[in-house]
């Protein structure tokens, strides 16, 4: 019976750390070959991570993928590896190596370049032009990257047709809720449309603003799931597949018996490449069958945000985290998140009580830090606002106190916790989720201020399923009730609320998925059953706050269209659809 | 005589304006028509302004472009219009619209879309496969946009193989120094090559971090320079072409005679759309010589600053500006584009000495804002500092001044700004330069907190040459002596000179230009004379210093590579080429 063990490196790779990428695949290497793997096979761009974005265009950034490509080819005795890499062909090409036994045998070029959303691969990379078939311990294997499977009629079904009983498919594809199901269903109907058996192999890791949440898969020729990668974590997936059926089925598929013809015309074009005629010989260890687990949203957002705060903070060389601690939703899950990445000991909250703060904003900090294990440092900053009300003074006389004021305060935490930064090395993880981003209740250099903004693209809405998420697993109130419960303030004038400015948030967040991710028009939204006010209010803030997003940190994407590389709009812009 | 009387609106339009940029295009027809013009041209997408980005992506927004074009099609009697629009075809394209008196005649697709540096139009448009030749007044005109013109054996070359005489090259083409000649001689040799008129409508006006500069041009069949518009200024260019020289020269070019053959074949394909057979009988206006200027560096430079900060800031619905002024060269030189760009009498400058100023900073801001005519407001930020020192002491307790302190003050200088702007509505211009930016010699929320970063791409040693050159338009010391001859210092410390930690700016800038604009690496940078030890010390600067960066306000773009989209870095990144 034919069968082909493969393995699957769900790695972790990083951006321009060509020695640990290295480190990485030759660890996945070793751990393959005491499997008794055929094949193994590594993330999209694993070599030099992604994405590299413009040090593309940098020759040498180039050459020291080509020869990282060179040192694992190396290190490959006894096995056949396929690495995702940058080949240089007078262009460059997003690739893929074919690696046997020390050689490099074959190279595929990425042919479907994504070019939206947060993709920018037509700046960078020539298309390939080639659909080849790889013989691989005698079995035909078909190599594509990421994109080029999501095309029904693309590489995928021209190299099933060409004799690949199994696709390979590299991929680096960014998270957002709800993707892993699509992703599943759409390579499912790709194995059985093609009678093939479908192995997609996810990159896992946080690069910027982006979580790549592995979940790599092998799909039978029928479509049904034989193996899964664990989300968020680095892991191999060893997999026996059965060729044989793959065979048989073809035998009796009418379609398929049809497709033959092709194939042997195109074995005769000499598109086949032969790297290894026989599977290895060596007696293989069985394999555990692997437990499939199902995820639910909000338990992936809420693994997202971690992996996505953990990596960005250690890839970018910090231990520690400070952050605001306010005794509001916000900032409480954002020090939530933060324990959960980097240990309690790794997170440090401040607590910077105004005049306005009510006396259980504080003492909710208070017990928020206590419950978290996490350091609380308090720095009241009344005599700071009062040193800038005296110096501004004579500038302000005759005005009515208005939102000069409130940011005041807002800054002078910025200040702080820079400050703080600066002194101790410490990274300022800002608290501001997608629904105040969105409409710009927030202050720039104020609670704006710090390296990475966790819950960026977390709606307000979320961000209390989030925390009743964290809860549920905790099994009691480790984000305070008194925290959940309260109406959400920014706590810069007197008894001032969110709803004073803003409508309430479960209405605001469906009129702001509408206009931000899914560019309806006020009509149409106001045709879904939202009063005109609300939306075009909406609407307004949305279009005239670009100016502040532009000057935020990154955060992780988890949503269809995140603020960032994912959505471009002009800060300069007289169009209105209010 | 065969003759066309070319116009071309050389128009300031704003994206997503386009009510504004209509009333534009029909006082421009209305001119036109006064002056006998045949044939009137618009910039590359006039009717929507240019780059409208991910608004693109709004369907209510190219509905309303479309509108805006039925509009001014409704007002060409009499007239052949040009104008650049976005074309919904099933796909949407970046399209030129043909319309003759009160009817759309055609439209051609822009073929080759630019995908780098500022540039993503592949994520956008779907690209055009057709190069019409139009008959225009009986003459052929071949329409094409852009980057078109800037292939060799583009739709230029097939257009005019195909029966132009003229070809009509409607243009968006960002602003960087030396771009203009460079363009100038592109456009030259194509008209010489394909022996056809050249007439290249540029656009004009500031766009986020964009200047388009006009300068629009028309060349001879010889390549010779027949009229040039104003640079940095809208301009209505009218020329008379002489057509008949088009075929005098045709006849007597060995390569034409062969090329002709192809236009024949061309012909019969029927590639040839017939807007208007006859030139219009009314009787036309002699036309002035336009007076052909020449502009030198660094004048452009300036003017390019001037014109962005005044669109950016008008554009934006602001009037006035706010300016800290340290008494340094830096914020001198802005404070005196400001004044430029929108009147002294909108230009508000900021002194906030520290304990570290010397009275010499003080009293020379106070020089500078009397030369420029500027109010200037002096709040010493003493007291505050004080304050934070004091909340922090407890944090701070038996640490050594570092960055934390003097990163407060920078902060303090930008709260106070912010204030400023919040209670009065003036936008803040920060003042950092390119060499700053690049090496991250700049505090985040303090000297960068602001909406607009005027020479964010101007290299410290060009601010130097733009300060002598605008005191040389004034013919005395605009610019204080005093202030174009200190070191530069942040004074943020005592004694503290920029020296003291970056290598003296006349070796910085050309490393700085060879790593961040033109890719080299460490080893090619020292082959080129420098020491190895600056070089590597402002590598890894740059290198490390991009989260600074992404959260910076956007400015004017200079040169060939500016921060911003023109370069697009990710900020977890461990390749070093140090």
Known sequence: ?????????????????????????????????????????????????????????????????????????????????????????????????????????????????????????????????????????????????????????????????????????ISASPYHFGKGNFRERMLATRASDNVAIVAHNNLVGGQDELVFDGNSLVLDEKGRLIARGKQFEEDLIVADLDIEAVFRTRLHDPRWRKGTLLLEEQRQRGTRIVVSEEPSTAPKPSLPQRQLQVRQFPGEVYDALVLGTRDYVTKNGFEKVLIGLSGGIDSSLVAAIAADALGPSNVVGVAMPSRYSSPASISDAELLARNLGIKLITIPIEKVFQAYLEVLAASFEGTEPNVAEENIQARIRGNILMALSNKFGWLVLTTGNKSEMATGYTTLYGDMAGGFAVIKDVPKTMVYELARYRNSLAGRQLIPATI??????????????????????????????????????????IAMGFEEAVVKRAARLVDTSEYKRRQAPPGVKITPRAFGRDRRLPITNRFKGW
Chains 1, 2 share one sequence.
């Open 1 to 169: 019976m034919r069968r082909l063990r493969i393995g699957m490196a769900q790695i972790n790779a990083t951006v321009g750390d060509f020695e640990g990428n290295i480190r990485k695949i030759l660890e996945a290497v070793a751990e393959a070959r005491s499997s008794g793997v055929d094949l193994l096979t590594f993330p999209e761009l694993a070599i030099c991570g992604y994405p590299p974005e413009d040090l593309l265009l940098k020759p040498q950034f180039i050459e020291e993928n080509l020869k990282a490509l060179e040192e694992v080819t190396k290190h490959s005795s006894g096995l056949t590896l396929v690495v995702g890499f940058v080949d240089a062909k007078g262009d460059i090409y997003n690739a893929a190596a074919v690696i046997h036994d020390g050689r490099l045998c074959g190279v595929y070029h990425k042919i479907y370049l994504p070019n939206y959303g947060v993709f920018d691969e037509n700046r960078y990379f020539q298309a390939g032009k080639e659909c080849p078939v790889y013989v691989i311990a005698g079995v035909g294997v078909g190599i594509n990257i990421c994109e080029d499977i999501w095309y029904e009629a693309g590489p995928t079904t021209a190299q099933a047709y060409s004799g690949a009983e199994v696709i390979v498919n």
């Open 484 to 525: 959940m419960d309260k109406a959400p303030s920014a706590e810069l004038r007197p008894e001032q609320k969110d709803t004073d400015t803003l409508p309430p948030y479960d209405l605001l967040d469906p009129v702001l998925t509408a206009y931000v991710e899914e560019d309806n028009s006020i009509e149409q939204i």
